[in-house]
């Protein structure tokens, strides 16, 4: 088979070594893209990672293709519709950062309740004031986790550990997690209501695009701080704004935005097509936040730790190797 991966470092370059000589093999530093895609246009497998977007227009400059390995647990980066029509697997990493992703929420969450980078920043220029530092302790604060799967349960082992209680919303309660973890379930619109910090842990899919907006942020306490690892596209951007200025939402700490791949790529603006005027208003609303002091945004590095990236190679090496015997492991359904 000819394997094309993107969006590869030099290690990882290294680790696809091993596929060698039973399959050709091309490794790309860029994302895929429409412009990129001529390089491998004879592939039967191709592997990427969150900035490649495999769309129709991409994927049908491929016409062999038979598997898709994204470097990733969400995939909503990547037509599945296209790929169900025209036979192609597509694989994924389903657990590689639970502790990881948990660990970086729990670092949003003492940042912004310690103020911790405008204190370092302060103590940087050789000022001491503590003025505008006073914090909140995690110790009996409530804490909202919406989704309870691999990664949801960590942060939910975590925050027991900080002495939090825990309400949680998930569409497939699991009652015995919840005796063993001594959280407890409710649904959505209690769970709003509950929480003294808001985490997001559910996947992107047409169910949960802006299932945090104007509504469900009426429904939070006022003061609530909303922490979002997820997908952007969970949240309603605008309607974030208009509660961070409102301070019905007292901080919050994103790690992914909707519109992420442009501000990462502001060219991207300008090729291939227009963007929608729901994709201009969202990149605006991007970069307001920006400028809110008690927002604190990461640049999609929940995941990143060595640990992690590794599991993240191995798993897809496997995934590629099983889908060659004809036993394709990891399969993910449109």
Same mark, same amino acid.
């Given at each position: 088979m000819?394997?094309? #991966?993107?969006?590869?470092?030099?290690?990882?370059?290294?680790?696809?070594? =091993?596929?060698?000589?039973?399959?050709?093999?091309?490794?790309?530093?860029?994302?895929?893209?429409?412009?990129?895609?001529?390089?491998a $246009?004879?592939?039967?497998?191709? &592997?990427?990672f969150i900035? &490649?977007?495999?769309? *129709? %227009?991409?994927?049908?400059?491929?016409?062999?293709?038979?598997?898709?390995a994204?470097?990733?647990?969400?995939?909503?980066?990547?037509?599945?519709g296209?790929?169900?029509?025209?036979?192609?697997?597509? &694989? !994924?990493?389903? %657990?590689?950062?639970? &502790?990881?992703?948990?660990? @970086?929420?729990?670092?949003?969450?003492?940042?912004?309740? =310690? @103020?911790?980078?405008?204190?370092?920043?302060?103590?940087?220029?050789?000022?001491?004031?503590? +003025?505008?530092?006073?914090?909140?302790?995690?110790?009996? /604060?409530?804490?909202?986790?919406?989704?309870?799967?691999?990664i949801g349960?960590?942060?939910?082992?975590?925050?027991?550990?900080?002495?939090?209680a825990?309400?949680?919303?998930?569409?497939?309660?699991?009652?015995?997690?919840?005796?063993?973890?001594?959280?407890?379930?409710? %649904?959505?619109? @209690?769970?709003? $209501? $509950?929480? %003294?910090?808001?985490?997001?842990?559910?996947?992107?899919?047409a169910?949960?695009?802006?299932?945090?907006?104007?509504?469900?942020?009426?429904?939070? /306490? $006022?003061? *609530?701080?909303?922490?979002?690892?997820?997908?952007?596209?969970?949240?309603?951007?605008?309607?974030?704004?208009? +509660?961070l200025?409102?301070? /019905?939402? /007292?901080?919050?700490g994103?790690?992914?935005?909707?519109?992420?791949?442009?501000?990462?790529?502001?060219?991207?603006?300008?090729?291939?097509?227009?963007?929608?005027?729901?994709?201009?208003?969202?990149?605006?609303?991007?970069?307001?936040?920006?400028?809110?002091?008690?927002?604190? #945004?990461?640049p999609? !590095? *929940?995941?990143?730790?060595?640990?992690?990236? @590794?599991?993240?190679?191995?798993?897809?090496?496997?995934?590629?190797?099983?889908?060659?015997?004809?036993?394709?492991?990891?399969?993910?359904?449109?």
């Amino acid at each position: 088979m000819k394997i094309a #991966i993107y969006e590869v470092e030099q290690w990882e370059h290294t680790a696809c070594l =091993r596929l060698h000589p039973e399959h050709e093999l091309i490794c790309s530093p860029v994302p895929l893209d429409t412009h990129t895609a001529a390089e491998a $246009a004879d592939a039967d497998v191709l &592997s990427t990672f969150i900035r &490649s977007r495999l769309d *129709a %227009d991409v994927l049908e400059r491929f016409p062999k293709l038979q598997l898709v390995a994204t470097r990733s647990t969400g995939y909503d980066h990547i037509d599945l519709g296209y790929c169900a029509a025209h036979g192609i697997t597509v &694989s !994924n990493v389903p %657990d590689y950062g639970d &502790s990881t992703v948990a660990e @970086h929420v729990f670092a949003l969450i003492l940042a912004l309740a =310690r @103020h911790l980078v405008d204190a370092v920043e302060r103590t940087r220029r050789g000022g001491f004031s503590q +003025a505008g530092l006073r914090g909140f302790e995690l110790r009996g /604060k409530t804490l909202g986790v919406i989704g309870t799967g691999r990664i949801g349960r960590r942060v939910i082992e975590i925050a027991g550990g900080f002495g939090m209680a825990v309400v949680a919303a998930d569409l497939h309660p699991d009652h015995t997690l919840a005796e063993r973890l001594g959280f407890r379930y409710a %649904d959505l619109d @209690h769970t709003l $209501a $509950a929480a %003294d910090i808001l985490t997001l842990h559910v996947p992107a899919t047409a169910d949960t695009v802006h299932l945090i907006s104007d509504r469900e942020f009426d429904l939070m /306490k $006022a003061g *609530a701080v909303l922490i979002n690892t997820a997908r952007g596209r969970i949240v309603d951007l605008a309607a974030l704004i208009r +509660a961070l200025t409102s301070g /019905k939402v /007292k901080a919050a700490g994103l790690d992914v935005l909707p519109e992420e791949s442009v501000i990462q790529e502001e060219a991207e603006i300008f090729r291939d097509r227009a963007l929608s005027p729901l994709e201009l208003r969202t990149l605006v609303a991007e970069h307001v936040l920006f400028g809110f002091p008690n927002v604190l #945004i990461t640049p999609h !590095n *929940a995941y990143n730790t060595d640990e992690a990236v @590794h599991r993240i190679i191995e798993t897809t090496l496997h995934n590629i190797e099983a889908f060659a015997r004809g036993k394709p492991r990891n399969t993910v359904a449109p």
